[in-house]
Structures are given as C-alpha cells and as structure tokens.
C-alpha cells in the first residue's frame, strides 16, 4: 500500500532554533517524489520542497532542507532559524510512479509551534 | 499575478441541493485536481484531469461531478448523492512535465452543509 506517516502530530521550537518534522512513506514503486506542504491558519497549502526519488544530493529551499534517506524511506523536514511566521501545519506527500504521477498522496500532518 | 483563484471562499448549502465551486488558474498548466480535507486529515483527491475534455476519478469521487471545456478551469459539482460533504475543498494545478510534479493549490473553499 502506498502511504505516508507523520507521527508527530505537535512540535514545539523556540524562535531560531532549527526543527526536524518526521517523514516516512511506504511504496513498491522505483521512480516517486516527494512534497512538503504548510499550511497556515488560512487554509491555503503552500509548496515547500521537493525531493525526486532518483536524486543524490537532498534538496534545499532557503531555510527548508530535505533529509533523504531512501533505504529507511523518510524524507524528513528540516527548518533552520525558525520564525513566528513558521507556525502552521506542515503535510509530507508522496507522487508515486503507479499514480502516473497524477495522485499527491498525503500525510496527516503535523502541527508546529514556534514560540518567542 | 499567476495563481489559482477559488470561489466561492465560504459556502453553505441546505440537504438535497447541489453546489459548485469554482477553480480558475491563469498558469498555463496542463493538469488540474480537487481534493478535500477533513478537520485533523490530510488531502484526500477527488478528481484530476491532465487535459481539456478529460478528467480521471480519485479516491473518492463518488457523489462528485467535474467538467474541463476550458484549460483554465475546472469547475466541481457536490451533488445530493454527497453522504457527507462537509469539508474544505482545495483546488490545485501542475505543469504536467515528465516525471512528478509539483502542485500548486489555491485559497480552499470551505463547504457546510445546513
């Protein structure tokens, strides 16, 4: 079964502090990638970082880096220097090959809360 | 500005009545999707379409309905057969390159029902 797992549901981090959000996903298929989402009180989701299975290097977006470790199957999220504005709920996804790519498969998130 | 609008942001409906909510994106993106989210849940997807005059069921899709006649729209109909369609409704969109590709999301429309 394809499946995504977060198993903290909340974390806390001081303000400038780094924070890492847990991932890992389940899949059969060689060629997937793989999305960080947040989700502020607003609603929207806002993309973070991608990872494509086939990549090397783990990938980096300003202050967002992606700890890929492919023979344990997680794609953890790194926050360096948190700010205020970091606070919200953050969802690991999942585009499996046998999806044709189409499906974003998600996670049940986790919240995070930067206190000052 | 490019970006995916949604409309409209709030929305209530009565049992037994249709609804549509819109999704327009100004991206030049081939493949658009709808999902719904439950409180405490991730995405679950409802329907996708890759390209104009053809759309694809998601995981749940029953008591749904789409339509693609233009690229820069995909509109979607809740329907009575909807058991339970209270939830908040996120449109998305994506280039369709080779390979994975990112989705973008618009602003949510958030759906009650009466």
């Known amino acids: 079964a394809q499946k995504i797992t977060q198993t903290q549901p909340g974390m806390f981090v001081q303000e400038k502090e780094a924070v890492t959000l847990d991932c890992t996903y389940d899949?059969?298929?060689?060629?997937?990638?793989l999305f960080w989402y947040k989700q502020p009180s607003s609603g929207e989701m806002i993309f973070l970082i991608y990872?494509?299975?086939?990549?090397?290097q783990n990938a980096t977006e300003g202050r967002y880096s992606l700890n890929f470790q492919k023979a344990r199957k997680s794609a953890n999220l790194v926050i360096s220097a948190s700010q205020l504005g970091d606070s919200a709920m953050y969802f690991c996804?999942?585009?499996?090959?046998?999806?044709?790519?189409?499906?974003?498969?998600f996670g049940a998130g986790t919240r995070l809360a930067v206190h000052p | 500005d490019g970006g995916i609008t949604q409309s409209p942001k709030y929305l209530f409906r009565k049992e037994g009545q249709n609804v549509t909510l819109s999704c327009e994106q100004n991206?030049?993106?081939?493949?658009m999707y709808w999902y719904r989210q439950d409180p405490g849940q991730g995405l679950r997807l409802i329907y996708y379409?890759?390209?104009?005059?053809?759309?694809q069921k998601g995981d749940i899709a029953e008591g749904y309905s789409v339509s693609r006649e233009k690229k820069e729209s995909f509109p979607l109909t809740v329907t009575s057969a909807q058991k339970n369609p209270t939830a908040f409704y996120l449109c998305?969109?994506?280039?369709?390159?080779?390979?994975?590709?990112?989705?973008?999301f618009g602003p949510g429309t958030r759906l009650t029902v009466l």
């Open positions: 996804a999942m585009s499996p090959r046998s999806g044709g790519y189409n499906k974003l498969i």
């Open positions: 990872q494509g299975s086939y990549d090397e």
């Open positions: 998305a969109s994506s280039p369709r390159d080779r390979g994975p590709d990112t989705q973008y």
């Open positions: 991206l030049n993106h081939d493949a």
């Open positions: 379409s890759q390209i104009v005059n053809d759309f």
């Open positions: 899949t059969s298929d060689q060629s997937y990638g």
